[in-house]
């Protein structure tokens, strides 16, 4: 397994921008898909996006779709969320993870790390 640590978070405006970093620990990074995901206060955590073990191919919530990207580098054990044109509800913890199953679901994901906390005023 492979231990995940967010970073990035903070208060923007909305129309701003955030860059969500999640560090991995561990020699088998790149054998995992990850994903990031988001909880709300009184929602249940959401699929955001997601990126497959070369890192080629990505998958986003429509919610997201357009001004979010998702990419990693597996030399250095990253991957990262840039986050544009933010809207007060993305407001969020936002969370990293790897794939242990095989959908970009909540439950198919992993070693979830501690969570960054993203705030978008308006």
């Known amino acids: 397994q492979v231990q995940l640590v967010e970073s990035g978070g903070g208060l923007v405006q909305a129309g701003g921008s955030l860059r969500l970093s999640c560090a991995a620990s561990?020699?088998?990074?790149?054998?995992?898909?990850m994903g990031w995901f988001r909880q709300a206060p009184g929602k249940e955590r959401e699929f955001v996006a997601g990126?497959?073990?070369?890192?080629?191919?990505?998958y986003y919530a429509d919610s997201v779709k357009g001004r979010f990207t998702i990419s990693r580098d597996n030399a250095k054990n990253t991957v990262v969320l840039q986050m544009n044109s933010l809207k007060p509800e993305d407001t969020a913890v936002y969370y990293c993870?790897?794939?242990?199953?095989?959908?970009?679901?909540?439950?198919?994901?992993?070693?979830w790390g501690q969570g960054t906390q993203v705030t978008v005023s308006s």
């Open positions: 561990g020699r088998t990074f790149s054998s995992y898909a």
């Open positions: 993870a790897a794939q242990y199953g095989l959908k970009y679901e909540v439950r198919d994901f992993g070693s």
């Open positions: 990126i497959n073990r070369s890192g080629l191919n990505t």
